[in-house]
């Protein structure tokens, strides 16, 4: 099984203790982010032609660039027609953005408690993102999002003609 | 921090959209709260906490519709994107409430 698909197991047994810790239900949702930034990355680095490059340039991308990406994706679908293939990016994206910013306070704030609602919670958004990626990976507009979370969009600018 | 004349407005519209997304919700919904502050990568954002009733929050699929509704609902009705915020959701049940007892979702 993928990296990813393991990722997103580890995060919902970590929730199937008995007795679930804040150290439990924080590294669970912590892992349901990492599950989904692998699956993105794994789909966008299979794009590239030779194998041998694919661990580097996996490397390559960086969390702030991939959350740019998917707060643009998030704001221009919101509104999409049910079981779109846009309403299906809205939830890769939207899933993405939250879970992102779980993991940070899962990660570094242990002022937070969290309950196990908010961990259950996270869990079903990196399932329902893994899901709705499965309907839609092969469409356009989720090829043009995963180039965009490796590579900043640079708009054209005009040249700017000096008066004379 | 002392609040601009332009912050105050924005968090009165905010309170605003915020009371109209828990009538909307009334049934499912007990309360959001929200503060505005900065995410990880120190961009302006806001947080929403909203505490749903114990039935609307049993299933799984039900909390998770649940969440991406009311996600969506608050994100048009405070203009999240167009005011230049990065909106964050977090969901919990009334009972969990109960027992954690947090200020910040009272």
Redesign the interface.
């Known amino acids: 099984m993928a990296f990813h698909h393991d990722l997103l197991e580890v995060a919902r047994g970590l929730l199937e203790k008995e007795y679930p810790t804040q150290a439990t239900l924080h590294r669970s949702v912590s892992t349901a982010y990492y599950a989904l930034f692998h699956l993105l990355i794994h789909e966008a680095c299979s794009n590239w032609a030779r194998p041998e490059h694919r661990i580097n340039l996996a490397r390559a991308f960086e969390h702030?660039q991939m959350?740019s990406a998917s707060?643009k994706q998030k704001?221009k679908h919101?509104?999409a027609a049910e079981n779109s293939a846009e309403k299906h990016l809205f939830?890769v994206a939207?899933s993405f953005?939250?879970l992102?910013?779980?993991r940070?306070f899962a990660d570094y704030d242990y002022s937070i408690?969290l309950?196990?609602?908010?961990a259950?919670?996270a869990?079903?958004?990196a399932e329902?993102a893994f899901r709705s990626w499965e309907a839609i990976r092969n469409e356009q507009i989720t090829q043009d999002y995963l180039f965009s979370l490796l590579i900043k969009d640079r708009a054209v600018k005009a040249p700017e003609w000096g008066n004379r | 921090m002392a609040l601009t004349t332009s912050s105050s407005v924005q968090e009165q519209e905010i309170d605003s959209a915020v009371h109209r997304v828990e009538s909307k919700f009334a049934k499912e919904v007990d309360h959001i709260r929200y503060s505005l502050g900065e995410n990880w990568v120190g961009a302006p954002s806001i947080f929403f906490r909203v505490v749903v009733r114990d039935e609307a929050s049993r299933g799984d699929h039900e909390l998770y519709e649940l969440s991406n509704k009311v996600s969506i609902s608050l994100m048009n009705e405070a203009k999240t994107d167009e005011n230049g915020l990065y909106a964050y959701f977090d969901f919990r049940s009334m009972s969990e409430q109960a027992k954690l007892k947090d200020p910040a979702w009272a």
């Open positions: 702030k959350l707060d704001a919101k509104d939830e939207l953005v939250q992102q910013q779980k940070e408690e309950s196990l609602d908010q259950r919670l869990i079903v958004q329902t």
